[in-house]
């Protein structure tokens, strides 16, 4: 497969992780530097809505009404949801527009997903999607007209599911998106490797995907977590994910995160993925 083609199937995976994953990894720091609050805190729904148009919200401004137009233009409103809101803009810099909304649902990712594969297939439009298990995962498409990112990532949260319906010209994203950090602790064989970057209040997020060689992650997480302790950085338990998946927590200084590794068949190796919230100076 050509890189061009490879990075746009990949792209909405770590778009995934930014919006979701970057979200919650947002809480976790919370936690880590003001103690531990229950996640219904942070994520209480809003009031739940008829299918009319939503009246203008009080207070939101007109950049604000517009970047939530952007999000929302290209999927209809989930039939069984909260009405959806603003959660982000522009967030990987100003040469990548973005938008991204977020509402709440009780049915199941899995409904959430399947319903919006549909509405794609139904309107003739080439769907590309990946399931985190039960628990999450995305779908959405590629415009090519535009070289626009359209997507609905849901993860399940707190009894509920969250979903994030993001549209985004990734263009630049795409140029940029092998420059890997000099400070990030990757494996040297890690090969193409594919990066986003960007900061919020007093911080910076980095996720960062690519291919290890072998056919177990246990087997590659063992090395990698030797690696990570051999360079300074904290690592927490192994935990046992999806599909024959591991993840832990990685710390350094004020610099915290996750790794992952799984199989991503046919395709061969370990698939990593690295996510870190940096606070301060480069660790």
Request: proline share 10%.
């Amino acid at each position: 497969m050509p890189k061009s083609s490879s990075l746009v199937i990949r792209v909405p995976a770590l778009l995934f992780s930014v919006a979701v994953v970057g979200a919650l990894i947002g809480f976790a720091w919370e936690g880590a530097v003001y103690g531990r609050r229950d996640v219904s805190e942070e994520w209480s729904p809003p009031p739940s809505l008829d299918d009319a148009p939503p009246a203008k919200a009080p207070g939101r401004s007109p950049a604000e009404e517009a970047a939530l137009k952007r999000a929302l233009v290209h999927f209809p409103a989930y039939p069984r949801a909260s009405r959806a809101e603003l959660l982000a803009v522009d967030y990987l810099g100003p040469d990548v527009p973005i938008a991204v909304a977020w509402f709440t649902t009780q049915d199941t990712p899995e409904q959430v997903l399947e319903h919006y594969r549909k509405v794609l297939l139904d309107n003739g439009l080439p769907v590309l999607g990946e399931r985190h298990g039960v628990n999450g995962g995305w779908v959405g498409y590629w415009s090519p007209a535009t070289e626009e990112m359209r997507l609905v990532s849901v993860l399940a949260q707190g009894g509920e599911t969250l979903g994030f319906v993001s549209a985004g010209q990734v263009a630049p994203l795409l140029k940029r998106a092998s420059k890997v950090p000099s400070w990030m602790p990757l494996p040297p064989e890690l090969s193409g490797p594919v990066t986003l970057s960007f900061d919020m209040e007093g911080a910076a997020h980095h996720v960062v995907s690519g291919r290890l060689p072998g056919d177990s992650p246990q087997a590659v997480g063992e090395t990698y977590r030797a690696l990570l302790k051999e360079k300074g950085w904290e690592v927490g338990a192994v935990e046992p994910m999806d599909a024959g998946g591991i993840g832990f927590e990685v710390m350094r200084g004020t610099t915290m995160g996750r790794a992952t590794l799984r199989l991503k068949l046919p395709e061969p190796g370990v698939e990593l993925q690295l996510s870190l919230l940096q606070r301060g100076a480069v660790p």
